[in-house]
């Protein structure tokens, strides 16, 4: 447990109204505006709409878990703050996804890469989905509040090894990188961003925005999870949701459960792109032209593990500082699919669990470990013909699915993507890389592991595949036939539900989509206020 | 099944090994009770299957029953699953890789081996 003083105690103990933690929540309640999620989206929300005076209730499925609960412990925190123990998967279990189930969402545990959205993306969006006020110059002051707000800057500390090999070996190569701004303050370079900041360095929702929210009276119900939305008139009436609270004892565990309906004049979705489409499919909302739930975008992440001659620890220090998007430039926007490059933390679970093979062969890369290079690519999925995404269902149980075919198309980025970080290992100084897919083998020089990629069947499952950024499935449009809510964040048919998170993007963001969600939804709630007719804020 | 995966991290000493097997066992009920449902539902009919002696021959072509399997017969059976052409063996294989790498490293005892230092004190 964590000694270090955590806002959260003073904040309870201050009268924070905070339900289902301790206290159940009662049957029935009643918001100006009801915020679904407390991640990147309904954090921002809240704290803007909480500030211009409306009776917020947050609806969070996840636990609260602050610092003080944060023990830098793999066994710990993907079972308590992660969807699905952080092994939620695609209905084919070709793609883990990972994504934040606890107050503050995925922004309590991710890696704190911070990129505006880029301004091939945006020109994409304008040109396809209508979108003509998606500029850079009109969301720039935006992106600045939620920069100022998040203490987003350049992060001044060297590289730890895993980063500063990446920017050598690209380097040796004459590709460019350059190093990632993150949401801290104060950091201590420990490396444990993805099980919760136990110090408070982390600019999260938990420690910002919800906290802001909070102490401006709006209520949060945590382990609450949307059930549906009852909608009559054409107009969304109430939330209804499902309190579920585990308390294991040494003997047994008991469960405690109980409905909440909420009644309120607005809706705001910010559960995540699979749990946002899920919610309005749970509830039938109206969807003339099937677009809802389609067009989800994963960045599908391939990997490529290296052994350096000396450690590397890549457990140590800030986990994402340096990234190259050489091969996201290398081609048009709609043209073959390209890939931005960044490294992840390597700690034993995440490691054991995503190495391939077993036995003696699995062991010799175990006994390795202290010195593992890992290179990841991210896939920018969305912006071509054969690059449509997945769709999101949900099962008879109610809980959602995620179909997304790893065509041909994907699996040729997957497959450069493989080759580019196999020689930037080698040109880093590897003395063995191995791409991780379940056919490849550790391979001593780059010859060897060209010949042997331009050769590996690049089929699912065969090919490790992950992913950390799920987006789309509510996107934005100009008309109803090509986006399920209007560019102002809105539901198509449904005036009184607005979507606020990742599931807005018509495509992926082709960068950590963060702030891309910070800025957004920063623009969409100052207009959402307007509309409801709050006090005009703005998020710094 | 575990001695399969792990042969080569485990302890090699008899009654070393019977105690990691043990500590692994524990941490798997826990990593499986945290699982959702559906997710519980389906890890639930694949080990029904493979408790079978014909789901263990269809799914890991394993003719003796686990208790007399041998390392050498678990291995082969889970390399049958790993490069099979059918996807249901496929994600039965990978389902038993990630649980059992994820729970066994998991614990203190398996860091030193892998030259990690565990979280830095605060």
Redesign the interface.
């Given at each position: 447990m964590?000694?270090?003083p955590d806002p959260w105690l003073v904040g309870l103990a201050k009268g924070w109204q905070v339900l289902g933690h301790s206290i159940p929540p009662p049957a029935t309640l009643k918001a100006d505006v009801v915020v679904i999620g407390t991640g990147a989206g309904g954090g921002v929300t809240a704290e803007l709409l909480a500030r211009a005076g409306l009776r917020v209730i947050m609806l969070e499925e996840g636990p609260l878990k602050t610092s003080k609960d944060f023990?830098?412990?793999?066994?710990e925190a993907?079972?308590a703050l992660y969807q699905?123990?952080a092994?939620r998967k695609t209905d084919?279990?070709a793609i883990?996804i990972l994504q934040g189930r606890c107050v503050g969402g995925s922004t309590t545990v991710n890696w704190t890469s911070s990129f505006r959205t880029p301004s091939a993306t945006l020109t994409f969006w304008r040109n396809r989905f209508g979108l003509a006020g998606m500029t850079e110059e009109a969301m720039a002051p935006y992106f600045q509040e939620a920069e100022r707000r998040l203490n987003i800057g350049a992060w001044l500390t060297s590289p730890n090894e895993n980063n500063e090999l990446l920017r050598k070996g690209a380097s040796r190569l004459g590709i460019s990188s350059d190093s990632i701004p993150r949401n801290v303050k104060g950091c201590?370079n420990?490396g444990?961003c993805g099980m919760g900041c136990?110090?408070n360095a982390k600019q999260s929702m938990l420690l910002t925005t919800v906290p802001t929210a909070l102490d401006r009276g709006a209520v949060l119900l945590v382990n609450t999870r949307a059930l549906r939305l009852n909608l009559a008139q054409g107009r969304i009436q109430s939330v209804m949701a499902e309190y579920l609270s585990q308390k294991v004892h040494l003997t047994h565990t008991e469960k405690t459960s109980g409905a909440v309906e909420i009644k309120c004049e607005h809706v705001v979705v910010a559960g995540g792109a699979i749990n946002s489409p899920a919610l309005l499919l749970r509830s039938s909302m109206p969807d003339p032209y099937q677009v809802l739930g389609r067009r989800t975008f994963l960045h599908p992440v391939v990997m490529s593990a290296a052994v350096m001659e000396h450690?590397v620890a890549g457990?140590?220090g800030a986990p994402q500082t340096i990234y190259s998007d050489h091969f996201l430039e290398t081609q048009p926007i709609d043209g073959q699919m390209g890939y931005k490059l960044e490294v992840p933390p390597i700690?034993?679970?995440?490691?054991?669990?995503?190495?391939p093979g077993?036995?003696?062969?699995?062991?010799?890369l175990?006994?390795s470990?202290?010195n593992q290079h890992i290179l990841l690519a991210l896939l920018r999925d969305g912006f071509h013909d054969e690059s449509v995404g997945g769709r999101v269902g949900v099962?008879a149980?109610g809980?959602p699915t995620l179909h997304y075919p790893l065509n041909d198309f994907v699996m040729d980025g997957a497959r450069r993507a493989l080759l580019s970080m196999a020689e930037i290992q080698f040109a880093a100084g590897a003395k063995q890389v191995l791409p991780v897919h379940?056919?490849a083998k550790p391979y001593t020089n780059w010859g060897e592991a060209k010949d042997a990629i331009f050769r590996l069947p690049m089929l699912p499952?065969?090919t490790r595949v992950v992913s950390a950024h799920v987006m789309g499935g509510c996107g934005m449009a100009d008309s109803p036939q090509l986006g399920v809510t209007r560019p102002d964040g809105a539901h198509w048919q449904i005036p009184n539900l607005s979507v606020h998170d990742g599931s807005l993007f018509p495509t992926s963001i082709g960068a950590n989509p963060q702030l891309s969600i910070y800025g957004l939804v920063n623009r969409l709630t100052q207009n959402l206020i307007r509309r409801l007719g709050g006090r005009p804020e703005a998020l710094a | 099944m575990a001695k399969?995966?792990?042969?080569?991290?485990l302890p090699e000493e008899a009654v070393a090994q019977e105690a990691a097997l043990s500590g692994l066992l524990l941490?798997l009920s826990?990593?499986v009770s945290?699982?959702?449902?559906?997710?519980q539902q389906e890890l639930c009919q694949l080990l029904a299957l493979l408790g079978t002696s014909p789901g263990r021959w269809c799914l890991a072509g394993v003719s003796n029953p686990w208790e007399l399997a041998t390392?050498a017969d678990v291995?082969a059976g889970?390399h049958a699953m790993?490069?099979s052409h059918i996807?249901l063996r496929?994600?039965a294989y990978?389902?038993l890789?990630?649980?059992t790498?994820?729970a066994?490293?998991?614990?203190r005892d398996?860091?030193t081996?892998?030259?990690?230092p565990g979280?830095?004190g605060?």
């Open positions: 964590s000694k270090l023990n830098q412990l793999e066994s993907y079972p699905e123990s092994a084919d279990k883990n201590w420990l444990s136990p110090t450690e457990w140590q700690h034993p679970v995440i490691f054991a669990s995503s190495i077993y036995g003696e062969p699995q062991a010799a175990l006994k470990f202290a099962r149980d809980s379940e056919m499952l065969q | 399969g995966l792990l042969s080569g991290s941490r826990d990593a945290a699982l959702p449902t559906h997710a390392v291995q889970l790993r490069f996807t496929q994600q990978q389902a890789h990630d649980l790498g994820a066994y490293f998991s614990s398996t860091w081996a892998l030259g990690y979280p830095r605060l």
